[in-house]
């Protein structure tokens, strides 16, 4: 597989050209930013975690039925991918109050929701990705009701495939946000699932084992991410 040229530089991933104008080179960096961009930073051997947590990942909801734009892990940092035309909705669903909605609505952090809840976000960095609900999706064109719904449907499924699967490995998954795109004729979850897009607690002392350690300078990162690793791993 030839690398080709950059397509698109974000804030934790860059994504290159292959000699198939079907798929693309997803790189994941160590580069780390919060707070919208606000703060920014380091941390070693993120790239490395994100694309092989994200790998398992994918690859068990690709067992479990859900299709996903994963093809194959190229090395320590790339993961290969079907090229898709990314939906500008971030699809967040919350298992637990913590971040955004406890602050929004004033609900402590660890409260259990009777049912998850989903939110959408529309995803443009200058306006700080802002919540947006399905009339706003309408009336700005982001996608028609039916591709909403199907997003909606698909993202508790992956709550409820991937809540099990940390939950066999000690951690609950307490919220995440997912990113769509189309592909043909098909709609394909993209992007990652890591601890950058993940909150995940340890299940028994309630450790914070994702981003929110560098959000909240809780030390530890590396070890973090690399703990859910060697939980993830097979
Ligand atoms: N999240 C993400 N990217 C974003 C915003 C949020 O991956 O741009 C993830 C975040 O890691 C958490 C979930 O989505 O797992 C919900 O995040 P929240 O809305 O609470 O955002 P926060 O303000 O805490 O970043």
Redesign the pocket.
């Known amino acids: 597989m030839t690398k080709g040229e950059r397509l698109y530089e974000g804030k934790a991933k860059i994504l290159y050209a292959t000699d198939d104008p079907d798929l693309v080179i997803q790189e994941f960096k160590d580069d780390a930013t919060a707070f919208n961009a606000k703060k920014r930073g380091q941390i070693a051997g993120k790239g490395r975690c994100n694309n092989e947590i994200s790998t398992i990942l994918f690859r068990h909801l690709e067992s479990e039925g859900v299709a996903t734009h994963f093809v194959r892990r190229l090395s320590e940092r790339e993961m290969l991918v079907k090229k898709v035309e990314i939906i500008p909705i971030?699809v967040?669903v919350r298992n637990v109050a913590?971040?955004?909605?406890s602050k929004r609505l004033g609900i402590a952090e660890g409260v259990v929701f009777a049912e998850p809840v989903v939110e959408y976000h529309l995803k443009d960095d200058a306006l700080g990705?802002p919540l947006i609900n399905d009339e706003h999706i309408r009336v700005l064109n982001l996608a028609p009701p039916s591709e909403v719904e199907l997003l909606r449907s698909l993202a508790l499924e992956v709550n409820r495939i991937l809540s099990a699967f940390f939950l066999d490995r000690g951690l609950r998954l307490i919220?995440?946000?997912l990113e769509f795109g189309r592909h043909r004729d098909e709609i394909l979850l993209a992007d990652e699932i890591s601890p950058?897009?993940?909150?995940l607690w340890d299940a028994e002392s309630g450790e914070r084992l994702?981003?929110d350690r560098f959000r909240r300078d809780l030390g530890q990162v590396e070890e973090a991410y690399l703990e859910v690793l060697r939980r993830a791993s097979p």
Do not use: H, V
Not at 98 to 101: L, N, T
């Open positions: 971030e967040t913590a971040g955004g909605i990705d919220d995440f946000k950058d897009t993940c909150r994702d981003k």
